[in-house]
């Protein structure tokens, strides 16, 4: 049986980051003695499954053919694949690019911010897998895309197997800044991680993003190796600077994210003239975000949820 995987999210543009799920699917058909194909519709499929994380790349669906399988948060909050498929080792010879081993340990949150759609999709924090379901023997590096790693039932299990593979890891969706504390941070500080991300996604966390800091300085961690996500754009919050000049006075790094809707339209802007001087992060998308608040009306993207 040929079987035909779309990744609505690839363009020509950029590599793309790996869809999970169709990666998980690819394993299973291909173990099934199936032929898998990746984005070419010339295969003449027997079976078509369509994916996306995006709710804007969606419309590439209206290009597919009837009678295809599709999923992702992108397209539809409630499919899940099913238990057999889940649970099953990601196919990583799907993405030729692809140099390191994902996947989640938790799935859910006990948090509900108002721009993150993990509560509706996924519920309350839960255990899922330890990380040797979906750990490469080939790789050294693991992208861990938990969505609130501290607070899940198994984060002291899933640290100690990561610092037991001696995995560099990344923990890409950010730690919740206000669950720190002398136990997790004993873990942290074994961990080997080029950073530990974050998020000061509002100023009523200041206290805590400011503590939380604070304790990790105490521990011995560098603010070199902290970095935060700052959410920009969601509804009038007129904070952003504000946010973006006390993690500067941290010399912490900050990774600007523009909020992008479900329509895939962006909001305007209307911040004050900012400088690049005196903050740490990545200077192309520093450079981005300077460019995008001193043109009116334009704006960029926030990250979303896997």
Request: glycine share 6%; charged share 25%; aromatic share 10%.
């Amino acid at each position: 049986m040929k079987v035909l995987l779309f990744d609505l999210d690839i363009n020509k543009e950029r590599n793309p980051f790996p869809n999970l799920a169709l990666m998980k699917l690819s394993a299973y058909h291909k173990a099934r003695g199936d032929e898998v194909f990746l984005n070419f519709p010339l295969c003449q499929p027997d079976l078509t499954y369509a994916s996306c994380v995006f709710t804007w790349k969606a419309k590439g669906l209206n290009l597919l053919k009837a009678g295809i399988i599709k999923g992702g948060s992108g397209i539809d909050l409630t499919t899940e694949l099913p238990p057999e498929v889940e649970h099953t080792m990601p196919d990583y010879h799907l993405y030729p690019n692809v140099d390191f081993s994902l996947g989640f340990s938790s799935r859910g949150c006990i948090r509900k911010c108002p721009p993150c759609i993990v509560p509706e999709k996924e519920g309350y924090i839960k255990a899922w897998a330890r990380i040797y379901e979906f750990l490469d023997p080939r790789y050294k590096r693991l992208l861990l895309l938990d969505n609130n790693f501290l607070a899940a039932p198994n984060w002291q299990e899933t640290m100690s197997d990561l610092i037991a593979e001696d995995l560099e890891v990344d923990i890409n969706q950010g730690l919740d800044i206000r669950l720190l504390n002398e136990d997790n941070l004993y873990y942290l500080k074994k961990l080997r991680t080029k950073q530990l991300r974050f998020a000061f996604d509002h100023i009523s966390s200041e206290p805590a993003v400011r503590q939380g800091i604070e304790l990790l300085l105490k521990h011995g961690i560098p603010s070199r190796k902290l970095s935060f996500y700052v959410l920009i754009g969601f509804t009038d919050d007129e904070t952003a600077l504000d946010r973006m000049e006390i993690l500067k006075s941290y010399k912490v790094s900050v990774y600007p994210m523009i909020f992008k809707g479900a329509d895939g339209k962006e909001p305007i802007l209307d911040l004050q003239s900012f400088s690049l001087e005196g903050f740490h992060g990545s200077r192309p998308n520093l450079r981005k975000f300077q460019r995008i608040i001193s043109r009116e009306g334009s704006t960029d993207q926030h990250r979303a949820h896997p």
